[in-house]
């Protein structure tokens, strides 16, 4: 049995995506590992360079963007997930492409998750390039209330309040491990017997949401879900959503109606789902006309 299938989304990201892989073999030292890169329609010639610099990785090109959970179902179902017919690796792991993984990683990690077998998913502390810290990558739920906070802007005026600051738990140091709701989707390592009993990604969700989404399905089994700040992943971030920044921003609003969708909104007040939906509106309206006004090259991803 592998310890680890890497599956990797790329999206027109090709000198990135190189950086990723060549980062990999050291990340893994001591592991068995399979890498899988599923291209979503690149016109940069990403799938050409990873079958020829990088023969021991496998490409898949299902010869459409279908989206992110889309392409990181193809590359689950290849290493034996879902209805996969190979037998699944004990742990699986959703990579972005335009991350770098330190030495030892990987091995970190898998070495965390094997000592805690009650975790199903765990994340890293991911860093920007200026060295600043990336606060998508530990999240409540955005439940009606903690999106209240978000939609009103109470959560960045009192980042550090308990009550307020919950989206990206603010409140919490950065080098602090953590039961959290939700880890991101650039670095996703799940337990394999957790992805199995959850299922595979909600292809529903375009770009975006689809993590919090499998993370929610992980955590209603029972399993923690765990920010280990042990190890530290550089991502660069917005590398591929910022070649097509309205879709990404449309991507982003879409998927926070589809996750208010499938998990509150019947057990939500009218009143309440009235309000999530105007917010939702109200913001996208915004950051799309933020979007026309912003020369190409300041464009800006949607997301935290």
């Not at 049995?1 to 027109?12: C, E, P, Q, R, T």
């Not at 599923?38 to 360079?49: F, K, L, R, W």
């Not at 650039?186 to 499998?214: H, I, K, S, V």
């Not at 969708?261 to 939906?277: G, P």
């Amino acid at each position: 049995m592998l310890d680890l299938g890497i599956v990797i989304v790329n999206y027109n990201t090709r000198d990135l995506l190189r950086d990723c892989l060549q980062s990999l073999p050291d990340a893994c030292r001591g592991l068995t590992c399979r890498t899988i890169v599923v291209d979503n329609n690149s016109s940069d010639g990403s799938a050409e360079m990873v079958r020829g610099a990088f023969p021991g990785v496998t490409v898949r090109e299902p010869g459409r963007n279908g989206g992110y959970a889309f392409a990181n179902n193809i590359g689950l179902r290849e290493v034996g997930f879902g209805d996969g017919v190979a037998a699944p690796p004990r742990y699986a792991l959703l990579l972005n492409p335009d991350t770098v993984v330190p030495p030892d990683g990987l091995t970190r990690m898998v070495a965390f998750m094997d000592a805690n077998p009650n975790v199903g998913v765990v994340g890293p502390k991911l860093v920007r390039q200026d060295g600043a810290f990336d606060r998508a990558c530990r999240r409540s739920f955005p439940t009606p209330e903690v999106s209240f906070y978000r939609l009103t802007g109470l959560s960045r005026l009192f980042p550090r309040s308990r009550r307020f600051g919950r989206y990206n738990l603010s409140y919490l140091s950065v080098d602090e491990q953590a039961d959290v709701d939700a880890v991101v989707g650039a670095f996703m390592l799940m337990r394999g017997e957790a992805l199995q009993a959850a299922g595979l990604l909600d292809e529903t969700f375009f770009m975006y949401g689809e993590d919090l989404d499998l993370c929610y399905r992980i955590k209603a089994l029972g399993w923690r879900v765990v920010y280990h700040p042990g190890v530290v992943v550089l991502h660069v971030k917005g590398a591929s959503s910022r070649q097509a920044s309205r879709r990404a921003i449309n991507a982003f609003y879409d998927a926070m109606r589809i996750f208010h969708d499938k998990h509150y909104r019947a057990q939500s007040a009218f009143l309440v789902n009235w309000m999530v939906d105007l917010g939702i509106g109200l913001m996208r309206a915004v950051a799309l006309a933020g979007d026309r006004l912003r020369p190409h090259g300041r464009k800006r991803v949607a997301s935290a």
